[in-house]
């Protein structure tokens, strides 16, 4: 009988720890009440539930609404079915931003089965966020739906945010922040009669800058879409050029998902697990190191799909300026690119995946990896690649490019038989190197699959280049310092790709300077390296191999 008692003592204890007040919500405009004047205030852990069957208007008379409270807070549904939170009771869009809503210290933050409409407010009209966000700052008519200053436990589930000014979500260096099932649809800040004066974001914006906090921060975003965004032209302005953004401190943003990093005592990880980005239009991802090598994104079964780059620009871009010693700031797995536009006037040149490292430290090291993904179907009015990348440093290589497992076919298709002439699959400049290992296929794409300029090439497993078309190396086209180094355990095949001019497989012209084989052994002990070149063909010469370097170590060359 003790025993019972215990037990029930013991249930008792537990209830208690875990007690919460209630806030049930069952008419229109009481939420606005609790989460604009806090009535009631929040004087313990606290769960608002939200009724579904009614809508929850919030009138705009608060730019606004801030809740500051040391405790946990929990809103959601009554039901399985989202609670609708509209913030234009009058049903007519507003062309200018209306209410957004802040949690400023709350320990644990829940969100649940919620729809936020029609909302966003002016940061200026929150707390002074620039002070958290230093060396970036926000301007005047910058705007977000939900803030989320210095949140300890961050969980959004199920969550819509629709027909919304600036960004959906703006997290200032969150400690533990977990997405999942979030929907971020249709950006209205971007109307012309708000972006003909200003831009006030879109998408997620994730912050991390202040160095008075320790410890690892880590941000999920799971099952999630993102889709009818669209990044505003002024920013995309500055995004491309790398010595804007060095000098340009207001915040700038992309469509659908941003990342800064600027803090230098603890390490930081953004996670991107099963997601959907689909037809949204200009940089969809934006990731800034800057001044730091504490920050990771990694992208795992993700899908890009239907969206479109312009001006000049890339669907993602990655920007590290004044790194180093980056440990894999880019890791993308098992991620699908697929139907993406390239849109860019005839000088302009984009890209699915922009790299750019500027200014790295004298002997560090970048790594980036690709693995186990896909790349079809892309469209080019111009210029373009699928990915490319570029180390500015003069001090000597420090970038890594490491690609296992990559599929990519039927890109830059267009009606002239050797496709354009200005497109590339893969682009790599003046990295120290690039890795290729594992079972790589690339197939039935227009213009050269690999265009790299003063980067050693490490070959290893399989390769397949087979009926693709271009202008020049259609396989690989090498300039500078570049050449290959070959593992025991290659086996690369060129078969039937083809070249408007010269190099049908590989074009590979070095610098007077440069006195080595083109072909290397990445071993004193050669026993199964294999090179086949089958039914190549160029219109003017060298219709599998066109190189003025290949001498020593040609022996593992089977030309047909």
């Not at 049930?24 to 939200?50: A, H, I, K, S």
Request: net charge neutral; with cysteine; hydrophobic share 40%.
């Amino acid at each position: 009988m003790s025993f019972y008692l215990f037990l029930i003592f013991l249930c008792l204890l537990i209830q208690c720890g875990t007690s919460q007040n209630i806030v049930n919500v069952t008419e229109e405009n009481e939420l606005e009440q609790f989460l604009c004047y806090n009535d009631p205030p929040v004087v313990g852990n606290t769960l608002v539930v939200l009724y579904a069957n009614i809508t929850h208007y919030i009138s705009g008379n608060v730019s606004f609404c801030m809740i500051n409270t040391t405790y946990s807070l929990n809103i959601t549904s009554n039901s399985s079915g989202p609670a609708t939170i509209n913030c234009n009771q009058t049903g007519n869009h507003s062309y200018w931003p209306t209410t957004g809503f802040s949690f400023i210290n709350v320990h644990n933050l829940t969100l649940q089965r919620l729809v936020f409409r029609g909302c966003g407010g002016f940061l200026n009209k929150s707390t002074n966020i620039n002070s958290t966000v230093s060396p970036f700052h926000f301007t005047q008519y910058q705007s977000a739906v939900l803030l989320f200053p210095h949140i300890n436990i961050l969980l959004i589930e199920d969550v819509t945010i629709t027909f919304y000014y600036g960004f959906a979500i703006l997290a200032i260096n969150p400690v533990n922040a977990t997405m999942n099932g979030l929907t971020i649809s249709v950006t209205l800040g971007q109307v012309v009669p708000v972006s003909k004066h200003t831009y006030t974001g879109s998408g997620t914006l994730i912050v991390f800058a202040c160095d008075y906090i320790t410890g690892s921060h880590n941000v999920t975003i799971n099952n999630s879409l993102i889709t009818l965004n669209i990044e505003d032209s002024r920013s995309q302005q500055f995004l491309k050029y790398s010595r804007y953004v060095q000098n340009y401190y207001s915040i700038l943003s992309s469509a659908g998902l941003t990342v800064l990093y600027a803090q230098t005592n603890y390490s930081a990880t953004v996670s991107i697990f099963k997601t959907n980005f689909t037809i949204n239009y200009g940089i969809i991802l934006f990731f800034l190191h800057y001044k730091t090598n504490h920050g990771r994104v990694v992208f795992d079964q993700v899908s890009f799909e239907r969206n479109i780059a312009n001006m000049k620009s890339a669907l993602i871009l990655l920007l590290m300026i004044d790194v180093s010693n980056v440990s894999y700031p880019l890791h993308l797995d098992h991620s699908m690119f697929r139907n993406n536009v390239l849109n860019q006037p005839e000088s302009g040149h984009s890209s699915l995946v922009f790299i750019g490292l500027y200014n790295p430290l004298f002997k560090s090291t970048v790594n980036i990896t690709f693995s186990n993904s896909v790349f079809t179907k892309t469209n080019v009015t111009t210029a373009g690649s699928c990915i490319h990348a570029t180390d500015t440093g003069t001090q000597g290589g420090v970038l890594n490019i490491y690609l296992n497992n990559i599929t990519a076919y039927d890109n830059f298709k267009t009606n002239n038989s050797y496709g354009n002439t200005e497109t590339e699959l893969i682009i790599i400049v003046n990295a120290k190197a690039l890795y290729i290992s594992g079972y790589n296929n690339f197939s039935y794409n227009f213009g050269s699959i690999f265009d790299i300029t003063n980067t050693i090439i490490y070959l290893n497993g399989q390769l397949n280049i087979t009926g693709n078309n271009g202008y020049m190396g259609t396989g690989f086209k090498l300039q500078g310092q570049s050449y290959f180094l070959l593992s025991n355990g290659l086996n690369a095949t060129f078969i039937n790709n083809t070249a408007l001019t010269i190099g049908g497989a590989i074009y590979a012209i070095a610098d007077d300077d440069f006195n080595k084989c083109m072909f290397q052994s990445n071993t004193n002990n050669v026993t199964d390296i294999k090179m086949t070149f089958i039914g190549n063909t160029a219109s003017e010469a060298g219709s599998s191999i066109y190189t003025s370097k290949l001498f020593y170590t040609t022996y593992f060359i089977v030309l047909v």
